[in-house]
């Protein structure tokens, strides 16, 4: 194949494989969504008592703990903190295949019966052990798929385009995604399209808010990480796994917001009052800690914006500033966290729940966030990323 007939394979497989990634992750929230639904509506329902405020709120995870605790002693550790995977797959080890069917199975189970982590380290574990699938199966694209996405150099395009397949894979699978008619996330719903007027004072405030933001935010997420390590729960998992969800149950009984990852309940968030948002603010964020180190695996991004987004709205109200200027810039501010200072690739996680009209608060909520991370690593609170993180 000659060279331009090799580049135009590396995009096309850019293409398709972004494409790919948005319909897994469209059915995988599809089916956990069902999954809440039935387990949280029509069983609840069925035997006629409350879901929240009830037993049945400490009931149902404490019973998912020993599932869980289950799971662990029979398929494994699943899904993989989202750190573990990336760093796994770009360091040019493959992830193995039967982590897809592992990884969804656990996340399930984890995210139906109340977990309150995200479900982006199950998208990634299953997308992962999918790609790596194919790479067996289809060795003729293995090679074009781990290039795309960052785990082997690409030599056929110059070193100013060499990201540039996968900005094509995450840009179609962005806008694949909010093409898709199931399984969308409707925490984007919470914010009417912005076509009013903004001035100085709404730029200003924005960024005021992503700087308040990006050090707790920073430091919330050392402390994710180090539970996310912490291995104590496999001394017995199905211990640790039912004594978490009764820990994080307990929580929920003052709001139902601390369960689950948090899109779901995000719309809920300006009808609650100034003491339950900051209730939410501390509960989730607990609830997500105790989960990590006790077996309930996911990721930290949806409790985190959750858990900052409530308090956002009572900072907006105690300073009578724009509610969703506030809240839109603080989850830019989360986001550029995330992806450690890359500004493209926040804007693009944030656009997954915030519509582009609000294009200029994320974009100074971001850059608000990368000059606070610049100091910080200038002065050498922070050390610096590794590379300019593509994932």
Same mark, same amino acid.
């Given at each position: 194949?000659? *060279?331009?007939?090799? =580049?135009?394979?590396?995009?096309?497989?850019?293409?398709?494989?972004?494409?790919?990634?948005?319909?897994?992750?469209?059915?995988?929230?599809?089916?956990?969504?069902?999954?809440? !639904?039935?387990?949280?509506? !029509?069983?609840?329902?069925?035997?006629?008592?409350?879901?929240?405020?009830?037993?049945?709120?400490?009931?149902?995870? %404490? %019973?998912?703990?020993?599932? %869980?605790?289950?799971?662990?002693?029979?398929?494994? !550790?699943?899904?993989?903190?989202?750190?573990?995977?990336?760093?796994?797959?770009?360091?040019?080890?493959?992830?193995? $295949?039967?982590?897809?069917?592992?990884?969804?199975?656990? /996340?399930?189970?984890?995210?139906?019966?109340?977990?309150?982590?995200?479900?982006?380290?199950?998208?990634?574990?299953?997308?992962?052990?999918?790609?790596?699938?194919?790479?067996?199966?289809?060795?003729?694209?293995?090679?074009?798929? *781990?290039?795309?996405?960052?785990? @082997?150099?690409? &030599?056929?395009? $110059?070193? +100013?385009?060499?990201?540039?397949?996968?900005?094509?894979?995450?840009?179609?699978?962005?806008?694949?995604?909010?093409?898709?008619?199931?399984?969308?996330? &409707?925490?984007?719903?919470?914010?009417?399209?912005?076509?009013?007027?903004?001035?100085?004072?709404?730029? /200003?405030?924005?960024? =005021?808010?992503?700087?308040? #933001?990006?050090?707790?935010?920073?430091?919330?997420? #050392?402390?994710?990480? *180090?539970?996310?390590?912490?291995? *104590?729960?496999?001394?017995?998992?199905?211990?640790?796994?039912?004594?978490?969800?009764?820990?994080?149950?307990?929580?929920?009984?003052?709001?139902?917001?601390?369960?689950?990852?948090?899109?779901?309940?995000?719309?809920?968030?300006?009808? @609650?009052?100034?003491?339950?948002?900051?209730?939410?603010?501390?509960?989730?964020?607990?609830?997500?800690?105790?989960?990590?180190?006790?077996?309930?695996?996911?990721?930290?991004?949806?409790?985190?914006?959750?858990?900052?987004?409530?308090?956002?709205?009572?900072?907006? !109200?105690?300073?009578? /500033?724009?509610?969703?200027?506030? +809240?839109?810039?603080?989850?830019?501010?989360?986001?550029?966290?995330?992806?450690?200072?890359?500004?493209?690739?926040?804007?693009?996680?944030?656009?997954? #729940?915030?519509?582009?009209?609000?294009?200029?608060?994320?974009?100074?909520?971001?850059?608000?966030?990368?000059?606070?991370?610049?100091?910080?690593?200038?002065?050498? %609170?922070?050390?610096?990323?590794?590379?300019?993180?593509?994932?």
């Amino acid at each position: 194949m000659n *060279r331009l007939g090799s =580049v135009g394979a590396l995009f096309a497989t850019a293409i398709v494989t972004g494409a790919i990634a948005a319909v897994i992750t469209a059915a995988f929230i599809w089916c956990y969504e069902h999954g809440i !639904d039935f387990v949280w509506g !029509d069983v609840p329902d069925a035997l006629g008592v409350d879901p929240y405020g009830s037993w049945f709120t400490i009931a149902v995870p %404490v %019973v998912g703990g020993l599932l %869980v605790g289950l799971v662990h002693l029979w398929i494994g !550790d699943h899904p993989q903190a989202m750190e573990v995977a990336l760093e796994t797959w770009k360091s040019g080890e493959r992830l193995a $295949p039967s982590i897809a069917p592992k990884t969804m199975l656990a /996340a399930a189970v984890i995210l139906i019966l109340g977990g309150p982590v995200g479900f982006e380290a199950a998208i990634v574990g299953v997308a992962g052990g999918m790609a790596a699938w194919s790479a067996v199966r289809i060795r003729s694209v293995g090679s074009l798929v *781990r290039q795309v996405w960052g785990a @082997e150099r690409i &030599d056929m395009l $110059p070193e +100013q385009f060499a990201k540039s397949p996968y900005w094509v894979a995450g840009i179609t699978s962005l806008v694949a995604y909010r093409w898709m008619p199931f399984g969308g996330i &409707d925490m984007g719903f919470r914010f009417d399209r912005f076509d009013g007027e903004w001035a100085v004072g709404d730029a /200003a405030t924005a960024f =005021v808010t992503a700087v308040l #933001v990006t050090v707790p935010t920073l430091l919330a997420l #050392v402390v994710i990480q *180090r539970c996310e390590r912490s291995t *104590r729960y496999e001394r017995s998992p199905i211990v640790y796994g039912m004594v978490g969800g009764l820990l994080f149950a307990i929580l929920a009984l003052g709001n139902e917001i601390v369960l689950f990852s948090g899109q779901m309940q995000f719309q809920q968030l300006p009808f @609650e009052s100034d003491g339950a948002l900051l209730y939410v603010t501390v509960a989730k964020f607990a609830a997500l800690l105790i989960a990590v180190s006790t077996g309930w695996r996911g990721g930290p991004i949806f409790p985190l914006y959750t858990s900052i987004g409530a308090f956002a709205i009572v900072a907006a !109200d105690v300073v009578g /500033a724009t509610t969703d200027i506030v +809240q839109v810039a603080a989850l830019a501010a989360v986001s550029t966290v995330l992806v450690k200072g890359n500004v493209p690739l926040a804007l693009v996680l944030t656009l997954y #729940v915030v519509p582009i009209s609000y294009g200029f608060v994320m974009v100074i909520g971001s850059v608000a966030a990368v000059v606070v991370l610049a100091l910080l690593r200038t002065s050498g %609170v922070i050390p610096e990323p590794d590379e300019p993180e593509p994932a």
